[in-house]
């Protein structure tokens, strides 16, 4: 779901530790924490802080995006805190099922299959997949065209399925970051990923040539934020803070902030 390349370059790097599930796995950043109120309950939110524009950071102390502007709206209008920490994307499921998270965020698609294994508020976003493509492969028009081709992607993700359902060879990333940085590189001809993300690095770094493509194939997608699966009281929280946010255009503000449309 990274304001200075180097910066954020050697942040996932410190974090990207595998599958490992331990403590020492979580990249070493503060958490971050609404203000404190009394007798709050106090949710903890693990995302990856490397999906911008939707959560990111530019310090350790420095925690920004679209989700969390919205997470942190939501908490103060339901009456509870949200205490974030960075996680990378390889085992974030995970924190819900042994108990670290309550919340789990990053530009996270619904889909049915999740959907047995977790619980989903209802959509705050709508998106699409789309192609971030090098100097070098812009020859590359729709999906069809990865077939055979090395394709930078994160594990476990929407897009990674997609990949393989066109005969890519995936080539993982940690981060958002690290697999356009691979496309950079020409390690991989191509990125697969969010519009709203890959749009963001394309124009964040023009000197690198980088091309968004839209396969005019690709569906439209809903964003929610996961919690437990049956946790229907912080389900219900989310989703009445959403629906106060929209009825009153504070949503849309947030929306007009972080993506000017």
Same mark, same amino acid.
């Given at each position: 779901?990274?304001?200075?390349?180097?910066?954020?370059?050697?942040?996932?790097?410190?974090?990207?530790?595998?599958?490992?599930?331990?403590?020492?796995?979580?990249?070493?950043?503060?958490?971050?924490?609404?203000?404190?109120?009394?007798?709050?309950?106090?949710?903890?939110?693990?995302?990856?802080?490397?999906?911008?524009?939707?959560?990111?950071?530019?310090?350790?102390?420095?925690?920004?995006?679209?989700?969390?502007?919205?997470?942190?709206?939501?908490?103060?209008?339901?009456?509870? /805190?949200?205490?974030?920490? *960075?996680?990378?994307? &390889?085992?974030?499921?995970? #924190?819900?099922? $042994?108990?670290? !998270?309550?919340?789990?965020?990053?530009?996270?698609?619904?889909?049915?299959?999740?959907?047995?294994?977790?619980?989903?508020?209802?959509?705050?976003?709508?998106?699409?997949?789309?192609?971030?493509?090098?100097?070098?492969?812009?020859?590359?028009?729709?999906?069809?065209?990865?077939?055979?081709?090395?394709?930078?992607?994160?594990?476990?993700?929407?897009?990674?399925?997609?990949?393989? /359902?066109?005969?890519?060879? *995936?080539?993982?990333? &940690?981060?958002?970051?690290? #697999?356009?940085? $691979?496309?950079? !590189?020409?390690?991989?001809?191509?990125?697969?990923?969010?519009?709203?993300?890959?749009?963001?690095?394309?124009?964040?770094?023009?000197?690198?040539?980088?091309?968004?493509?839209?396969?005019?194939?690709?569906?439209?997608?809903?964003?929610?934020?996961?919690?437990?699966?049956?946790?229907?009281?912080?389900?219900?929280?989310?989703?009445?803070?959403?629906?106060?946010?929209?009825?009153?255009?504070?949503?849309?503000?947030?929306?007009?902030?972080?993506?000017?449309?």
């Amino acid at each position: 779901m990274k304001q200075y390349l180097w910066l954020l370059s050697a942040c996932v790097l410190m974090s990207a530790c595998g599958k490992n599930n331990t403590d020492t796995t979580t990249p070493a950043a503060s958490a971050t924490t609404s203000p404190p109120a009394a007798s709050q309950t106090v949710y903890r939110v693990y995302t990856e802080q490397s999906y911008p524009p939707f959560i990111m950071h530019s310090s350790a102390e420095q925690i920004s995006g679209f989700e969390y502007d919205l997470l942190n709206e939501i908490a103060k209008r339901q009456n509870f /805190q949200v205490k974030f920490t *960075p996680y990378i994307w &390889d085992g974030l499921f995970d #924190t819900l099922n $042994n108990g670290k !998270a309550d919340i789990v965020s990053s530009g996270i698609t619904i889909t049915e299959e999740r959907k047995q294994k977790m619980s989903f508020s209802d959509p705050y976003f709508e998106t699409e997949t789309v192609l971030l493509l090098g100097k070098e492969t812009q020859n590359i028009k729709k999906f069809a065209d990865i077939r055979g081709k090395q394709i930078s992607v994160k594990q476990g993700t929407f897009q990674d399925n997609l990949v393989q /359902q066109y005969g890519g060879e *995936p080539m993982y990333g &940690d981060s958002s970051w690290l #697999t356009v940085k $691979n496309t950079i !590189a020409k390690y991989s001809a191509a990125t697969v990923g969010d519009f709203g993300v890959l749009s963001y690095f394309a124009k964040k770094y023009p000197d690198e040539g980088l091309k968004v493509v839209k396969d005019p194939s690709s569906v439209k997608e809903e964003l929610g934020f996961v919690v437990r699966k049956d946790n229907t009281e912080l389900q219900s929280k989310l989703n009445q803070g959403l629906q106060q946010m929209k009825a009153d255009g504070t949503y849309q503000k947030l929306y007009q902030k972080w993506f000017g449309e």
